[in-house]
């Protein structure tokens, strides 16, 4: 059974760079045709698709952070990372990695605060 | 953009049946899936590809996708189903993308 874990910095002051990983046991990245994705939900709202990378390293990010995302893959250590930059408030938020078919990480909160 | 419309709550008695909507051009030319999320919680899939479920998912929960509206719809409704209920589609459209529905409270009465 493949198993997610997000790992990373809770706390990000504004105008930095949020940096987060995601741990994937129970199987390996490289193998099979999936999409590994990450989503974020701010306190209190929805879930918002932030973009997914492709096993073959293909990156496909939501237009409305295109400009500030880096989702990049790590096969040797079978995680794959989230970078956004240029923080504000309203990237405060539960980050949530996960593959396609229900696999979902626990989400990590983290707080953009000075 | 690709828009996902979702009733933002519903309310239904325990025993009865609950119908969750979510409204998308030609949505139904499109794989919906379905997920439950409990306070505190991650979302739990519990539908996919419009109408089958996950190993684990009880039969109470079914969907299904035409025209411009897929349903969720949980027979029996327990207690334990009071959660938010997302739908989610591959949007190809443009660049390949995911869109989740805005959400809907079901709170059982």
């Known amino acids: 059974q493949v198993q997610l874990q997000e790992s990373g910095p809770g706390l990000v002051k504004p105008s930095q760079t949020l940096s987060l990983t995601c741990t994937v046991s129970?199987?390996?990245?490289?193998?099979?045709?999936?999409?590994w994705s990450w989503i974020r939900q701010p306190p209190g709202k929805g879930l918002e698709w932030i973009g997914y990378?492709?096993?073959?390293?293909?990156?496909y990010y939501n237009p409305s952070l295109k400009s500030r995302v880096t989702i990049s893959v790590d096969t040797s250590k079978n995680q794959f990372s989230l970078k956004l930059s240029s923080v504000t408030a309203a990237d405060t938020a539960v980050y949530y990695c996960?593959?396609?078919?229900?696999?979902w990480g626990q989400g990590t909160l983290v707080t953009v605060s000075s | 953009s690709y828009v996902l419309t979702q009733p933002p709550s519903v309310s239904v008695a325990p025993g009865q049946t609950a119908r969750i909507t979510c409204g998308g051009n030609?949505?139904?030319?499109?794989?919906v899936h379905w997920y439950q999320q409990k306070p505190g919680q991650a979302p739990v899939l519990v539908v996919y590809?419009?109408?089958d479920r996950p190993s684990g998912i009880p039969e109470r929960f079914s969907g299904s996708n035409s025209g411009n509206t897929a349903t969720l719809t949980i027979s029996r409704v327990e207690a334990g189903d009071e959660a938010d209920y997302y739908c989610?589609?591959?949007?190809?459209?443009?660049?390949?993308?995911?869109?989740f529905g805005g959400g809907t409270k079901l709170t059982v009465l």
């Open positions: 129970g199987g390996s990245i490289s193998s099979g045709d999936y999409y």
């Open positions: 990378i492709y096993y073959s390293g293909s990156t």
């Open positions: 996960a593959r396609e078919g229900g696999f």
């Open positions: 030609n949505i139904g030319s499109k794989s």
């Open positions: 989610q589609v591959w949007d190809s459209s443009s660049d390949p993308s995911v869109v």
């Open positions: 590809d419009d109408s």
